[in-house]
């Protein structure tokens, strides 16, 4: 048995799939995957290739069979399709009057479940949603609540940098990113020029950060002036007790009282 990696349409998931060695894959091929989901369409990113026994008990999913004319056939009408549920998704969402906004719809390959993606501030009682969904298409429905950096890995877009976003192209899992990690690389800590088309810190801040030296403390700087340990301790009590007054100050101007009452 062979292992060969498809990346799936909706989500943008890169699966290690078996493949039987009876079917012939090139990269870029259309073919259909057996998912936890059901079936699912796939474009082959790597060919399929021996692998050792222990990768193939890994191997959660199989690769079908390659896309044929009827397959392809198949999925143009199943987006004009996923188009038509988002249209009237959006009309049940405005007569339940729910706060949410709708990102994308997606069917699976066999039609047997129709999922909608959704952002939103809370969370949200959509179960009449559903039973009117559900009612509509006749499938088993799934609403998903998805987090503001996977809608933009859902929509796609051109980042800053003028290349597709790397979450839409091959990034498979979101990275914690600081605003360390732009000061480490001495970046501009303009919110507009290191945030993405998400309004989060760019993902690709992470790429570079450890090939820069760490933040220095306060304490290594003022070593590295010349300054013995008893002039840093100092200094170090002075700051602190300014920053206590600068929190104190704050404190009063929050509470609009005057600093002797």
């Keep these: 048995m062979n292992i060969a990696r498809i990346r799936l349409r909706k989500p943008r998931r890169v699966l290690q799939c078996?493949?039987?060695?009876?079917?012939?894959?090139?990269?870029?091929?259309?073919?259909?995957?057996?998912?936890?989901?059901?079936?699912?369409?796939?474009?082959?990113?790597?060919?399929?290739?021996?692998?050792?026994s222990e990768i193939e008990k890994q191997a959660q999913y199989k690769v079908i069979r390659k896309a044929n004319v009827n397959d392809i056939n198949n999925i143009k009408n199943i987006e004009l399709e996923e188009k038509k549920a988002f249209s009237i998704c959006l009309k049940y969402i405005e007569k339940h009057n729910l706060p949410m906004r709708l990102v994308d719809s997606d069917y699976t390959f066999d039609k047997h479940k129709l999922t909608f993606y959704f952002t939103a501030d809370h969370r949200i009682d959509?179960?009449?949603?559903?039973?009117?969904?559900?009612?509509?298409?006749?499938?088993?429905?799934?609403?998903?609540?998805?987090?503001?950096?996977?809608?933009?890995?859902?929509?796609?877009?051109?980042?800053?940098?003028?290349?597709?976003?790397?979450?839409?192209?091959?990034?498979?899992?979101?990275?914690?990113?600081?605003?360390k990690m732009a000061k480490r690389q001495n970046l501009s800590l303009n919110p507009s020029k290191i945030s993405g088309q998400c309004g989060r810190l760019l993902c690709c801040l992470a790429y570079e950060n450890e090939m820069y030296p760490p933040l220095k403390s306060l304490e290594e700087e003022l070593l590295e002036e010349g300054l013995d340990k008893e002039e840093v301790e100092l200094l170090k009590s002075l700051d602190e007790t300014n920053e206590s007054e600068k929190k104190f100050e704050e404190t009063v101007q929050n509470k609009s009282i005057e600093p002797n009452e």
Excluded: Y
């Excluded at 009117?132 to 933009?152: G, M, S």
């Excluded at 796609?156 to 976003?165: A, N, R």
């Design 18 to 52: 078996l493949c039987s060695e009876q079917i012939i894959l090139k990269r870029d091929d259309p073919c259909i995957v057996q998912t936890d989901r059901g079936l699912e369409w796939g474009i082959c990113l790597i060919p399929p290739e021996p692998c050792s």
């Design 126 to 179: 959509f179960r009449e949603l559903v039973k009117d969904l559900a009612q509509e298409f006749r499938t088993r429905i799934e609403l998903r609540h998805i987090q503001i950096r996977d809608q933009a890995k859902l929509v796609g877009g051109m980042g800053v940098c003028g290349l597709q976003l790397c979450c839409t192209r091959w990034l498979e899992q979101f990275m914690p990113i600081s605003m």
